[in-house]
């Protein structure tokens, strides 16, 4: 264990035409064209004991089941065992679906073994790359979102804009040289890829691939620029929905990453480790059965008047999902569990002084802070919609206030609310396996 070695690879994995989109539920009709490509990037590290691969993949978000499949493919490709893989999706809302989520796009079967042949032949050829790398690490200021946790007069917190709210405010890049083939650049921060709404019908990487973009042709093909998205869950791009402003925040956040990158210090890379353990996380206790009745009568109602009025057949099978979900909780209502709960996987991933962490939730940055804040690494990012993505992560604070990310968005993910108190279960875990990593405890 003298000298990290590294090797990169990127791919397309654009879907065809006609495939459904993924991220709204009130988009009407699949995807139309192809303005801009997606993308598989790959890094593989290897210190001499230990080999682990970092996949970025421009999706909305993938489900345990994807994640178990592209990482049993990554394993047979590459022979990195599949606890060694992270995975990270960018979040844009302009890819196919590949997560089942409830009324949120159809599957494509044929598209999922392309990814799966795609992501293992990305991996491959990264593997087959491996040259002694060093590596550099910086961080700039930068601001495209803001905190969409909106409160209205009368109290209520919608979707909207919260100039106040807690935003992501760097971007924190990684540079990883490689001597020979090429290298790479990690680039990370906390924003949803929802610049393009639900009436964007075109497949697009984002603002993400935007500054992907440019960061390739910054390099001229010298660097793999791969983004890592953060716990963006309650924080939306600051901007209006067009392709215009797609290029100004990848403008903007390309700069960013350049300005990091020129202020960047070199990382101490060795040695590399990895450690994965699955955390239950609680749920609310069931509502009553006449209180889940209630909401039944109302979701099939809602149901009944968009057949009456004439919605979209995608609308009608998006809302054909909450009464199925509804159906369920009243089943729930009924049983009354007492031990049900949320599986949630925590990975993290050692790069000597640096940690990457994986979280598999729409999290919110408040977690993301607190655990940089407890890591006992000097350098730790923190990542949302990694290895699978089961549902939001919200604040004690925000299931007090409400509003669609702890009250709403669970239907979606065809789940039980969470309980409020499920996100510090996850952070007592997080720093637990934290510690555990950094001390080189043997079950990594």
Known sequence: MTQIKAGASRSEITPPVGVDLAGYAY??????????????GTLVLD???????????????????????????????TGIAPEHTLINCSHTHAGPPVARLAGLGARNTEYIDFLRARVAETAATAASRLAPAALRHGAAPVRVGINRRETTPDGEVKIGRNPAGLVDTLVRAIEVRVESGPGAVLFHHACHGTTLGQDNRHISAEWMGAAAVRLAAESKGASIPMFLQGCCGQINPDAETTFDE???????????????????ECLTSLPVAA?????????????????????????????????REGAHAYILRAHESLVKHAARMLERAERRP???????AVQVLRIGDLAMVGLSGEVFLEFAREIEARSPFPHTLVLGYANGCTCYIPTEDAFAEGGYEAVDSFRWYGIPPLAPQAGDVMLQAVVGVLNDVWSGDPGQ
């Open 27 to 40: 988009r009407e009709g699949a995807c139309i064209g192809v303005h801009d490509d997606l993308w598989c």
């Open 47 to 77: 210190d001499g004991r230990t080999r682990l691969a970092l996949i970025a993949l421009d999706l909305l978000e993938i489900d345990f089941e994807a994640d178990a499949m592209l990482r049993q493919a990554v394993a047979a490709s």
């Open 246 to 264: 797609v290029y100004r925040l990848g403008a903007t956040m390309a700069g960013a990453v350049v300005a990091a990158l020129d202020g960047a």
């Open 275 to 307: 450690r994965m353990q699955q955390v239950k996380l609680p749920f609310q206790d069931p509502l009553t059965p006449e209180q889940a009745r209630a909401q039944l009568r109302r979701t099939k109602a809602e149901h009944e008047r968009l057949q």
């Open 338 to 344: 007492t031990d049900d709960a949320l599986a949630f």
